[in-house]
């Protein structure tokens, strides 16, 4: 069973005075698949950071439900593979940094390798590998600690959008399966809408939520859904979100991003 | 401008000819054809022999020793010496004064025997001082970038001991350390050696990549994993950077060393010959045991460079062969 994160008034200020999170509070379920959703500098990467421990809060509170803290996972926006390093020896390194014995720890990275669709890729180096397929490592390397909590940072913004949207389905599939929690942070509208069953909407300076949409469209999402009214009204909508907090805020560049 | 492009058109016909293994007069022919700008026909024999029998990638000596990379540095070397032995011979220039290249290496021949003894010994500094300087410095690097702190203090130190003229502190030390000159002068070429590999290896300990380092916090890696499986593996091309510009660096430092303690004995090398040489107006022999020097500088250098390659070739980009 995979734990509810619950965060709390959660503020988060630079040194420099920007504020990059202001009263942050979201409330996430057990195998919820969420999206955050903003322009850049809204604190989207920063809530993220936070979650996974990578960055300090100013003040709030961060819970996780059930009273422990579970297995993390965080896929970065690059791949950030070791170059010297192989794609098995890139996926095992979450097991060799927790000391697993090389022959149970190399079973999971098989298994975890033969998710993504890389079997053959084993001994190549990341040089030998296309962004797309670097971004597979990096999700098998993330998947192999059978981990509670996926936290994605905009993990497939570097990529062509063919790629992008065979990573995606993939990534649903997988999430289908296996149902960890999943925070996906993008700037891409059209992306969160296809994933996740909410779309958490934020809005930069100061950086904060400015709504919570609910995509009720039901799994397993295939290339008719992308296509479909419903979720042209869904990315509609999210956009609309958009471009109501970019009127309302202080923030003129945010109206690039509105449609 | 003209011959050296007609020797390049020269050596990538020579490397075709040697792909297919054969040579023969109808495509030595051809040669000319192309070097005189007419349209090769050498490749049309070159695909005809391609149907014949597929090439096998074979890199053979005579291959190796054909590419441009030898043969067009060998050009102008052979072309210096000539022009170096003929000036000689016109000018009649006396050879206490510059002897030719060929009474060189008839020198060089000739005092083989004491000569190179006093290489070892001189090369046994060097490497004892290399080998030493390459493991203090990467320690002190892994030092340097445990804290900030170590670093800030320590460093200004590193870099007066590198910026000091070694050949101002090393009658110093040859009198600090009077009892075993060995060992003064192994200092010596240490001091020279052991900055580069400091310098270098800090710098690569520190530009290890910043999401890397987020992933291994995320996984709770302690400081010594991630010294091991991140920041070593990181910084080893700096690393080995360091080692390249340090070889050379730690002959000098040895030949330096010995200038200036002027040892007798049979513990004599390299600078010690050159010295003597000087004394006695040897001037054939003290080219000899210059040459020397040059060579075995050359070879640590390439020693150095085909360990780097080495250890690289899979994945950093300084040592994957290029296809274009």
């Known amino acids: 069973m995979t734990p509810t994160i619950t965060l709390s008034h959660i503020n988060k200020v630079y040194a420099n005075g920007t504020v990059a999170l202001q009263d942050m509070n979201l409330e996430i379920g057990a195998s919820q698949f969420v999206s955050l959703v903003g322009p850049s500098g809204c604190g989207k990467s920063t809530a993220l950071r936070i979650i996974a421990g990578l960055g300090q809060m100013s003040s709030g509170q961060l819970e996780w439900g059930q009273g422990r803290t579970p297995k993390l996972a965080y896929v970065f926006q690059e791949a950030a593979l070791m170059p010297w390093a192989t794609v098995q020896d890139n996926v095992r390194l979450p097991l060799t940094l927790a000391k697993m014995p090389k022959r149970e720890a190399m079973a999971a990275v098989e298994e975890s390798i033969a998710m993504v669709g890389l079997q053959g890729f084993e001994k190549c180096y990341p040089r030998e590998l296309s962004g797309g397929m670097k971004m597979r490592v990096s999700i098998a390397r993330a998947l192999v600690t059978k981990p509670d909590v996926l936290l994605m940072d905009e993990p497939f913004a570097a990529l062509d959008e063919m790629t992008r949207s065979r990573l995606n389905s ?5 999430w289908g399966q296996l149902r960890w929690t999943v925070i996906f942070v993008t700037h891409n509208i059209y992306e969160s809408v296809y994933l996740s069953q909410r779309v958490v909407v934020m809005a930069a300076r100061p950086g904060r939520v400015v709504a919570d949409v609910a995509i009720a469209a039901p799994y397993p999402r295939d290339e008719e859904f992308r296509t479909s009214l419903d979720y042209n009204h869904y990315c509609r909508d999210v956009s609309q979100h958009l471009a109501e907090a970019s009127l309302k805020g202080s923030d003129r560049d945010l109206q690039i991003v509105t449609l | 401008m003209m011959f050296w492009r007609q020797l390049a058109v020269l050596i990538v016909e020579l490397q075709n000819l040697l792909r297919m293994g054969r040579i023969n007069p109808p495509a030595s022919i051809n040669l000319f054809s192309n070097l005189s700008g007419k349209v090769s026909r050498s490749t049309g024999s ?7 029998s597929p090439p096998k990638f074979r890199p053979s000596l005579i291959r190796r020793v054909l590419s441009p990379d030898i043969l067009a540095p060998g050009a102008v070397g052979v072309l210096a010496i000539a022009a170096w032995e003929i000036f000689v011979h016109v000018t009649n220039m006396p050879p206490y004064l510059l002897p030719g290249p060929i009474l060189v290496f008839q020198t060089l021949i000739s005092s083989w025997g004491e000569l190179f003894p006093s290489l070892l010994v001189t090369l046994k500094v060097t490497l004892i001082a290399f080998i030493t300087a390459a493991i203090s410095g990467l320690l002190i690097s892994v030092l340097f970038t445990q804290s900030k702190w170590i670093e800030r203090s320590f460093f200004p130190y590193a870099v007066i001991l590198q910026t000091t003229p070694i050949v101002a502190i090393a009658p110093l030390i040859i009198m600090w350390l009077k009892n075993d000159t060995f060992l003064a002068l192994i200092v010596c070429a240490w001091i020279v050696a052991f900055f580069p590999i400091v310098s270098n290896t800090t710098l690569g300990l520190n530009s290890v990549d910043h999401n890397l380092i987020n992933l291994f ?19 080893m091309p700096y690393f080995l950077g360091g080692l390249k510009i340090s070889g050379g660096l730690a002959l000098i430092g040895a030949v330096v060393a010995e200038f200036v303690a002027g040892t007798g004995g049979s513990q004599s090398g390299l600078a010690y010959q050159i010295l003597m040489a000087g004394y006695n107006l040897q001037i054939p022999r003290m080219f000899a045991a210059l040459f020397m020097i040059t060579l075995t500088g050359v070879l640590i250098f ?4 085909w360990l780097s390659n080495f250890l690289l070739k899979e994945w950093h980009e300084s040592a994957i062969k290029r296809e274009n």
């Open chain 2, 217 to 235: 916090h995320l996984y709770r890696a302690s400081r010594w994993q991630t010294l091991i499986y991140l920041r070593l593996p990181s910084a």
């Open chain 2, 46 to 52: 070159r695909t005809r022999s391609r149907t014949i």
């Open chain 1, 170 to 174: 993939d990534l649903l599939s997988l």
């Open chain 2, 302 to 305: 390439a020693c150095l460079t």
